[in-house]
Nanobody, 119 residues
Framework: QVQFVESGGGLVQPGGSLRLSCAAS????????MGWFRQAPGKQRELVAT???????NYADSVLGRFTISRDNAENTVYLQMNSLKPEDTAVYYC?????????????WGQGTQVTVSS
């Protein structure tokens, strides 16, 4: 069974940093593109960052230069290092996976991890 377990969120002041982790199970992790999404109150879920099987990364304009996505195939884990956090980064953060040229596993969202940026 596919499962994603996110962790590492919390309350941080503007300008601070957090590192999120997502442990995946039930998939052959190394052959999946991994992504981090976030959903703020009253807004739709948005894609924040992706990392391919080969390690290529892509970011939403809003986080470019501040967030870094990485993966550890041996641990079936994807990370999101978030620096220079802003109040507008406040959201529940989720990870998900997709095969190349396929869609995200939309039926398998985890519980997410809450990130709150506030002074």
């Amino acid at each position: 069974q596919v499962q994603f377990v996110e962790s590492g969120g919390g309350l941080v002041q503007p300008g601070g940093s957090l590192r999120l982790s997502c442990a995946a199970s039930g998939i052959t992790f190394s052959v999946y593109v991994m992504g981090w999404f976030r959903q703020a109150p009253g807004k739709q879920r948005e894609l924040v960052a992706t990392i391919t099987t080969g390690g290529s990364t892509n970011y939403a304009d809003s986080v470019l230069g501040r967030f870094t996505i990485s993966r550890d195939n041996a641990e079936n884990t994807v990370y999101l290092q978030m620096n220079s956090l802003k109040p507008e980064d406040t959201a529940v953060y989720y990870c998900n996976a997709r095969r190349v040229s396929s869609t995200w596993l939309g039926g398998y969202w985890g519980q997410g991890t809450q990130v709150t940026v506030s002074s």
